[in-house]
Every structure is written in structure tokens, then in C-alpha cells.
């Protein structure tokens, strides 16, 4: 039994970036336990000085849950050409802790552009010496023209490469 977790750079009730979360949820094997992180907002700000082996409650579970896990699946939007601050926050919270050293990572942009916090994460994934897998990372730009009125992706291309990048991670972990 493989373990994921997956985490959503958006904390929007309604985003697309946890919608195609799910999609990908939908296409799993059986053999695949996929949890979504849902504790972005309970993280604090960064504070090296509170970044020992016993950090804040909501940082120490996160790190355990993610040591545990076989891969890890980041999907974010961009915010103001940048990466989406409480994602960022939530990295560099893993950098001394060296919790993503070789962990299989896929990463997923979805934005209206999403170009800038795309290549700043595989920056800052690669400080962080994670395993990015190469043919899994994706830039979804127009990500909202991509969603059809009930909410689903509709768009041919978008599931397609999803399911590419999804197959790939698979191979990966
Ligand atoms: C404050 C704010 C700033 C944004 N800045 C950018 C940006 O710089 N680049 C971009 O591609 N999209 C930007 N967007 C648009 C988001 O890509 C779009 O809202 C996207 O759907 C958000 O993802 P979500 O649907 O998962 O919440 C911004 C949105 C907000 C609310």
C-alpha cells in the first residue's frame, strides 16, 4: 500500500486547484492511500528560532505525516507572481528538518499564468533536495476557462496531461 499526500496552494472554498486534486483521487488504484493535507492554515509563520526537533504542534504533524509518505503531490495557483504565501511558509518549515530529502514530489501550477510561482517552487523544491519527478510537473494555465458549470475539468488536454503526470508519479514512488 502506497501513501500520498496531497495539498492544495489554495485554501478557497471552491478551488480549482483541490478540484483537480480530487480528479486525480478519482483515478487511483485501489492500492493507493491518498490523504489531502488540510492543515496549511493551522501552520504559523516561520520562526527559525522555534524550528528545533520539537517545533510547533501543527509542524511536527506535518512532518510525521510526510515522513511516512511515499509522495507527495503539491497543486497551488500563483498569487501576485509569486508562490502563494501559507505554501511557502509551510516549506520553509522543512528545510531544516530535511523531511522532503528524496521524497518523490509532483507539482502541479494551475493558474490564470502561474509561470513565476511554477519555476519558484521547483527553486525551492530543489533547495529542499526533494525528488521532483520530471514528468511530473505540470503549468495549467486559463485554469478557471478548464472547468465546465458542474465544477468538473472538461477540458480534453488538461485531464490527459493529468493523467499523464499522474501515471508517471505512480511509476516514481
Ligand atoms: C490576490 C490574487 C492574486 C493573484 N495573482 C495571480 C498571479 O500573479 N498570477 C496568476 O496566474 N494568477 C493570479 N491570480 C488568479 C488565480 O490564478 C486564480 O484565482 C486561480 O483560480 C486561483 O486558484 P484556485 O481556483 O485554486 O483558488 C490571483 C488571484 C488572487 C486572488
Not at 496552494?9 to 480549482?16: A, K
Not at 507527495?72 to 516549506?91: D, H, Q, R, W
Amino acid at each position: 500500500m502506497k501513501t500520498i499526500i496531497a495539498i492544495s496552494g489554495s485554501l478557497r472554498q471552491g478551488s480549482s486547484n483541490h478540484a483537480i486534486l480530487e480528479f486525480l483521487s478519482s483515478q487511483l488504484p485501489a492500492d493507493v492511500n491518498y490523504t489531502f493535507y488540510n492543515g496549511l492554515i493551522d501552520i504559523p509563520a516561520f520562526d527559525p528560532g522555534l524550528d528545533t526537533d520539537t517545533p510547533p504542534a501543527a509542524v511536527a504533524l506535518l512532518r510525521q505525516s510526510l515522513i511516512k509518505a511515499d509522495g507527495f503531490i503539491i497543486c497551488t495557483p500563483e498569487y501576485a507572481f509569486g508562490v502563494p504565501g501559507s505554501l511557502k511558509n509551510m516549506l520553509d518549515w522543512l528545510v531544516s528538518s530535511s523531511t522532503l530529502v528524496d521524497k518523490p514530489v509532483a507539482l502541479i501550477t494551475a493558474s490564470l499564468g502561474g509561470e513565476h510561482a511554477h519555476a519558484s517552487l521547483l527553486l525551492t523544491l530543489g533547495a529542499l533536495s526533494a525528488n521532483v519527478i520530471d514528468d511530473a510537473t505540470l503549468l495549467i494555465q486559463f485554469i478557471r476557462a478548464k472547468f465546465g458549470p458542474d465544477g468538473h475539468i472538461k477540458d480534453e488536454e488538461t485531464l490527459k496531461n493529468l493523467q499523464g503526470v499522474l501515471s508517471c508519479f505512480l511509476k516514481a514512488i
